[in-house]
């Protein structure tokens, strides 16, 4: 007996694993003021429009999606953590 289904789970597979190369190493650069709360929002935005970009049209997988999800927020929770840590020393910060 065929398993049924198993076709829509292995193109969901390689989905994944397309979406994760894409995704591996540097999401992308962003500068921002740790004093700006502004500035900082604008940088997780440039972040996570970078790993929409990154993942295209894969996104609609529902596995990819979820890593997506995971993905942005702590690249979120880092540049917040970041902020924090900078405005101890003020100044600008550079992701590069």
Do not use: H, W
């Not at 994944?16 to 709360?37: I, T, W, Y």
């Not at 999800?69 to 924090?84: D, P, S």
């Amino acid at each position: 007996m065929p398993i049924k289904g198993l076709d829509n789970l292995r193109r969901k597979m390689i989905e994944l694993e397309k979406a994760v190369a894409a995704l591996d190493g540097n999401v992308g650069g962003v500068q921002f003021n740790p004093s700006d709360p502004q500035s900082i929002e604008i940088a997780i935005q440039q972040t996570e429009s970078a790993i929409d970009s990154r993942v295209g049209d894969y996104s609609r997988n529902e596995m990819v999606g979820k890593l997506v999800v995971n993905m942005k927020e702590k690249c979120r929770q880092e540049i917040l953590r970041r902020a924090a840590d900078a405005r101890a020393g003020e100044g600008a910060v550079d992701d590069d």
